[in-house]
């Protein structure tokens, strides 16, 4: 049997070594000191290497197994850190070494997900707010791959990092990764023009915004140009390090700033983060600003990964006994109950309570919130449709040159109206609200409406094309000003006094819309 000392023998003499110094300079330790020396414990979270060797979790350990101190600072008592579970360790260093340790860490995110382990990454206590650096890095990572799957496999180890330290950041974490302030039909954007944020950007590096527009001109890219500047003020004390929470928050002041001046508060909100960020952290900031993150995945990957995300949280991981693919599942689940409510801060507490399974229980169909279009699929002919369909009960409906819209009509009587993009459109057609609240049945107590909203000339009783629709005011209209009438062609019903019908055949809905909202014409 082979005497050479293990990888952890290594460490293990490395720290008792520096123990010792620390103990041999210092004055007699106290009682507790030894009682917690006498009786070691086993780390809780070891982490799997490469061969047989088991190497224990710790922040100075290097590459090579062997421990390596950071600074000529005085160290803490290693033998005893071994002894802390993760979650009560306290980490030292200042931000800057966090920094450096989370840099060099960052690529373990691309493990696949069943290998990962959310400690391994983490260089934050748990409940203490998340880096903003994290996420940055994350994204940096994400931006240099192509593929789907380690995309999703990154978004996933990130989330699951999140989750496992500082879950109530997730909602934030979420949000900033699908670059959105708040839910489409809230109307809450962040409004800023290029012009605003290279002016903060000019201020917050102490250059001209001439000398900005022009690397903007040569890079093309304001990310780059941000990255490239970062601020060269002198302060007298330093910002503390940006958190996702920090920055989300901040984005949503922005978005709500209005009235006199607002542009220039703005501007100084996008000066205060800029002057806070490091490394990495100003290219991802003005991207998320000008919502062009630009680095390679959709919402929809966001969403498959974090339904996978919640499969490994270890609370909900266990899966019905009738689902053969978790994952793929989970997936399918969370993207499903986005298109039925498409709101993370619903969605995401709901997963992190009662996990992924019950998701459509706990997060249903609400009305006033959108929900997501039924999009057309084109085909290359007649010919296909006829084979595809062939044998089976179709429909055709006439392919209308207007507006699509979501009429919601609630139980105490307001209306709501949805673009596509699940916009609200309220504003935009007051005459069709009106019409709504007039010619409804008294036994419909609440709807929901897919419909056209079409341009039509009452005189001559023609459709009039989408060039004159286009032609109505978009916000604020006033009923008496309006000089292009719409007609409404609803062609589906999704809700019905208090019912979702979303699960109903489609043959069913349509009979519904015909005996119980009777002022509409299908053709």
């Known amino acids: 049997m082979s005497t050479r000392p293990s990888a952890f023998d290594a460490l293990m003499s490395n720290a008792r070594r520096l123990a010792g110094k620390k103990s041999s300079s210092s004055s007699s330790p106290t009682k507790k000191r030894k009682s917690l020396d006498s009786s070691p414990t086993e780390n ?3 982490l799997k290497t490469v061969g047989s060797t088991e190497v224990k979790h710790d922040p ?15 160290k803490p008592n290693l033998d005893e ?7 009560k360790k306290v980490k030292v260093g200042s931000a800057s070494e966090r920094n450096v340790e989370m840099k060099g860490k960052i690529r373990l995110l691309k493990k696949k997900p069943a290998d990962f382990d959310p400690n391994m990454v983490a260089c934050w206590e748990k409940g203490e707010r998340v880096p903003f650096l994290f996420l940055s890095l994350a994204f940096d990572l994400i931006s240099n791959e192509t593929g789907r799957i380690v995309i999703t496999d990154i978004v996933c180890n990130m989330l699951r990092t999140v989750i496992a330290t500082t879950p109530d950041d997730l909602v934030a974490t979420v949000y900033l990764a699908a670059n959105k302030v708040a839910p489409a039909h809230e109307g809450l954007e962040l409004g800023i023009g290029d012009a605003s944020i290279i002016k903060a950007l000019a201020e917050a590096c102490g250059r001209t915004e001439s000398q900005v527009k022009s690397q903007y001109k040569d890079k093309g890219d304001l990310g780059l140009v941000a990255q490239a500047s ?32 607002s542009q220039e508060k703005k501007k100084n909100r996008i000066k205060s983060l800029l002057v806070a960020a490091t490394d990495c952290e100003p290219q991802y900031l003005i991207r998320l600003l000008q919502t062009k993150l630009r680095i390679g995945f959709s919402e929809q990957t966001l969403l498959a990964a974090l339904g996978q995300a919640a499969v490994y949280n270890e609370q909900h991981s266990k899966p019905p006994p009738n689902v053969q693919s978790p994952l793929e599942e989970a997936a399918k689940i969370v993207k499903q109950v986005f298109s039925i409510l498409p709101v993370y801060d619903k969605i995401v507490p709901a997963l992190l309570t009662g996990g992924v399974w019950d998701l459509p229980k706990s997060c249903g169909f609400t009305p006033g919130v959108p929900v997501g279009p039924m999009l057309a699929k084109p085909t290359k002919g007649v010919a296909e449709i006829i084979n595809k369909f062939q044998d089976i009960d179709f429909i055709c409906e006439y392919k209308y040159d207007g507006e699509r819209a979501q009429i919601h009509y609630m139980e105490n009587g307001s209306v709501e109206i949805y673009s596509r993009n699940a916009e609200c459109n309220t504003g935009k057609f007051p005459d069709v609200v009106a019409a709504i609240s007039r010619f409804k049945k008294s036994s419909v107590k609440s709807f929901v409406l897919d419909c056209e909203l079409v341009a039509y000339d009452r005189v001559q009783k023609k459709i009039l094309p989408f060039q004159i629709l286009i032609t109505r005011a978009r916000k604020n209209v006033v009923v008496s000003e309006i000089k292009v009438d719409v007609c409404i062609f609803a062609f589906d ?14 043959k069913v809905r349509k009979e519904v819309c015909v005996i119980l909202l009777w002022f509409w014409n299908f053709s």
Request: glycine share 6%.
């Open 60 to 74: 100075e350990v290097s590459s090579d197994g062997i421990g390596k101190p950071i600074n000529d600072s005085p």
């Open 493 to 506: 019903i999704l809700y019905l006094n208090g019912q979702p019908l979303l699960h109903e055949q489609l």
């Open 230 to 261: 970062r601020s060269s003020q002198s302060m007298m004390r330093k910002p503390d390090p940006l958190t996702v929470i920090k920055v989300f928050d901040t984005f949503r002041l922005i978005a709500k700033e209005s009235g006199k001046d």
């Open 44 to 46: 809780p979270n070891p």
């Open 81 to 87: 850190a071994k002894k802390t579970p993760d979650s």
